[in-house]
């Protein structure tokens, strides 16, 4: 019997490569800074990185398909760590081979010296040598043993052992094969960033800050936008309105809750509208981002032909808009 025999090496290395990827993650969220903390962390470089970029198209991806933007924000990130870091990658990976290496070789010598202590056979040192990697190998394929007379196990440990140094080395010297690892580096980081509430405020699409998918209570955001960049209008005329939310909810405005209702409905009774407005928990404040404000002066071109309506009249854009910076408590 032989390393050939047993065909560890696709185990090992696919073991190898995955314990790297959950390496390499670790290392993305200590070293990239929009990837440390959480989601609302990760959504302020988010912005800055919108504002720096100027690309409304960008924009227009992470207001009305957030999630689909936070996932391929995070693979750009985590694409430019692995192109960047080769070299720290190359060094986890071996680390990783080696001890998976350490790893077989004491199942091997545990497997030997119990079968020579119970005078076993072939067949029983398979069973004690797989049982003690259960956990870190998956075997691809495993030869039936039950016919080979083995009787020299301290020449079967000796065999397996060299074979196993030999691949270890070889694999040492190969580039690594980043393919093997992004795609696992990358579900790590999307599984801890995107496995929370993604529910949007049904005015100004603002994401809800429950870590949860399903969270008990209503849904909530600490800070609201202008609803006009979700293409809000006056009903009756071409108007966008710029009104933020949580201003609106204190004011004497009403509201139509979907485009085939006949009544209105005040916003101080949002609630009242029921469905995905009896969800939400819109605090009556007067807390309006400025980033919002710079946002809807910067693309007021690129807002009003998206949505084939103008910034005017009702929802006419306030000169001090047009001071704010995009940096602005972000």
Known sequence: MSLHLIKLEPSILQAVYN??????????????????SNRSNLEKHILKTLAEE???????????????????????????YLNNEKYKIQTIFRGNLENKKLKIINAVYVATDKVIKKHGNANMWMRCFSKTLIEDLKFTEISN??????????????????????????????DIKLEMLQKRSEEILTDHFCQCCWAQC????AICIGTMKDHDGEHSVPFHRAYGITGVYYRGTEDLDCDFCTSAVQSNKGFFPSPESEESVPFKQYRTA????????????????????WFVCRFQEDLENLYSKKFQGSGEIPDEWKKVQPKEDV
């Open 54 to 80: 100027e690309n409304f198209e960008d924009y227009r991806e992470y207001i009305h398909s957030p999630k689909q933007y936070f996932t391929r924000f995070i693979m750009n990130q985590a694409d430019k």
């Open 202 to 205: 049904p005015f100004c699409k």
């Open 19 to 36: 314990q790297t990827a959950i390496n390499v993650a670790a290392e993305m969220r200590a070293s990239i800074p929009a990837l440390r």
């Open 274 to 293: 029921g469905g995905k407005y009896a969800t939400w928990n819109i605090t009556p404040d007067c807390s309006e981002l400025p980033y919002w404000k």
């Open 145 to 174: 043993v039950d016919s080979l007379e083995i009787t020299d196990f301290d020449f079967l440990n000796k065999i397996v052992t060299e074979g196993l140094t030999k691949m270890v080395k070889n694999q040492k010297g190969a």
